[in-house]
């Protein structure tokens, strides 16, 4: 088990940014495929985004694509989402998440570690 923390969400217009984080507690952190999903209210938990090892792989929800960049710094235990161009659809509670499978694997119980999330609001 992988603690997550995440931090950077908040209030925004439309058309506007935001930069989420998301701490991970664990030696062994490049290890891991991490992932961003996002869970608006009465909905199920959806995949955003994820990212390999190394950082230099990617991959995107197709309601994201060309707005949203995932990154990861491995020195510092930590994954990023990059959120421009918000729109009010985005509003939802956005939780990282740590897997040991591939990149591509993006259902919510293919990861096995959660962060508690962070509120993300875009207003019209």
């Known amino acids: 088990q992988v603690q997550l923390v995440e931090s950077g969400g908040g209030l925004v217009q439309t058309g506007g940014s935001l930069r989420l984080s998301c701490a991970a507690s664990?030696?062994?952190?490049?290890?891991?495929?991490m992932g961003w999903f996002r869970q608006a209210p009465g909905k199920e938990r959806e995949f955003t985004a994820t990212i390999g090892y190394s950082g230099r792989s990617t991959y995107y929800a197709d309601s994201v694509k060309g707005r949203f960049t995932i990154s990861r710094d491995n020195a510092k235990n930590t994954v990023y989402l990059q959120m421009d161009r918000l729109r009010p659809e985005d509003t939802a509670v956005y939780y990282c998440g740590a897997s040991t499978n591939s990149l591509y694997n993006t259902r919510p119980t293919d990861f096995g570690s959660w962060g508690q999330g962070t509120q993300v609001t875009v207003s019209s």
């Open positions: 664990t030696r062994t952190f490049s290890n891991y495929i």
